[in-house]
């Protein structure tokens, strides 16, 4: 826009003096601000200060403190406004005037005299920020932006694999002629055949099973890998949710309650042993002899979320994931730790899964979650 931007970068700190005088500003009214300057004579500090006021202000109340709070920190000088670097302004020494613009500023917030007032600042994530959410790790995530993901998560499409069925349906062009309608459509022309009905194999969508390691090893990602299998829960139909550590835990219904937080409390709730140890091979197993036949049918896919760290039986894991895999149509094994570019898959349990895995990816931002979802998709 000008040399060395001062003009944007002024315009943020000019919202952030207002946001501390209890002037509620946003992101976005900044934004509006500096696309408002093209329209007028920058140089004319007066237009700059009806088109500020304009953008800024929304309530009658806070007009007298914006026209202190812009004549306090735009002074006049003969310099052109975007020549300034008021960066340098803002960390001089208060002068008697600041002094009564925060004074009134604190006695409406209920803050002492000699208490400073702390901005509260909206968190608004554009684009470059969510780009930056994408492949951030889980487990460095703080509580806002595990929010924002949160949120982006559910922005994501999934899309499972079609099975075909036996049952036939009505096409248009199907490759079969289907007789029963055929010559019942055909009484109307006294039973010449002029009109052929025809049939097709009808799809649909194939079951999904998610299998999450909610053990102590995956501490820093079981929550918000719980958010991920209630998205996938409640984005699709027919899917089955189990968390296991020492022992397996079947939390579908929990995460079928509509609000999320309240789906997540309660999961968390049934879950008894979250935190705790790992016993992988025993939690196959149990999956395998209670649960196997009644969610594996019609050809589902399995979803296991763990890091392999595994304290029990190796040779029982190694045989449990071989009839697990003999029993889905495809098994997609997720480590959050193989988002680091120098990890091996050393642990024993990894070693003892990975022959009996059709996937092994990461599941360690929103970025490896979206490659999951164009796997799944492409088979699609």
């Given amino acids: 826009m000008t040399s ?4 944007l970068r002024n315009s943020l700190l000019f919202g952030r003096m207002l946001r501390a005088l209890g002037v509620a500003i946003t992101p976005t009214q900044i934004v509006d601000l500096v696309e408002s300057l093209q329209y007028i004579e920058i140089g004319n500090r007066q237009d700059f200060k009806n088109s500020a006021r304009a953008v800024l202000i929304s309530r009658q109340e806070h007009l007298a403190l914006f026209d202190e709070a812009f004549d306090l920190f735009w002074q006049a000088r003969k310099e052109d406004l975007s020549e300034l670097d008021l960066g340098k302004l803002l960390r001089k020494r208060r002068n008697p005037q600041t002094q009564q613009v925060v004074h009134r500023a604190n006695n409406d ?8 007032p702390e901005p509260q600042l909206d ?3 554009t684009y470059s920020d969510q780009e930056l959410l994408r492949q951030k790790d889980f487990a460095k995530l703080d509580d806002n932006e595990l929010q924002a993901v949160q949120r982006l998560m559910m922005k994501t499409v999934w899309q499972l694999e079609p099975r075909r069925t036996r049952r036939m349906v009505r096409a248009a062009r199907g490759p079969q002629i289907d007789l029963r309608r055929t010559m019942r459509q055909n009484l109307r022309h006294g039973g010449e055949l002029l009109q052929l009905a025809r049939r097709e ?3 649909k969508r194939r079951p999904i099973v998610v299998i999450c390691d909610i053990s102590g090893s995956m501490e820093r990602y079981s929550r918000v890998l719980l958010q991920f299998v209630y998205v996938v829960t409640s984005r699709l139909d027919r899917v089955e949710s189990f968390a296991f550590g020492t022992r397996l835990t079947r939390i579908t219904r929990q995460l079928r309650t509509r609000n999320i937080d309240q789906a997540l409390r309660d999961a968390s709730a049934t879950i008894v042993d979250w935190a ?8 196959i197993r149990m999956f395998n002899y209670a649960w196997a036949r009644r969610v594996l049918n019609q050809g589902a896919v399995v979803l296991i979320i763990s890091d392999g760290w595994d304290r029990g039986d190796v040779a029982l894991l190694a045989r449990e994931m071989d009839r697990l895999h003999r029993s889905c149509h495809q098994l997609i094994w997720l480590n959050p730790l193989l988002g680091d570019a120098d990890y091996e898959p050393l642990v024993r349990g990894i070693q003892a899964a990975l022959p009996h895995i059709d996937n092994f990816l990461p599941v360690h931002n929103l970025a490896s979650l979206e490659q999951l979802a164009a796997l799944l998709a492409a088979r699609a």
């Fill in 4 to 7: 060395g931007g001062n003009l």
């Fill in 109 to 116: 917030n209920g803050l002492d005299n000699d208490q400073e």
């Fill in 123 to 125: 968190r608004i994530y």
């Fill in 201 to 203: 194999r009808k799809f």
């Fill in 276 to 283: 705790g140890g790992t016993r992988i091979g025993e939690s």
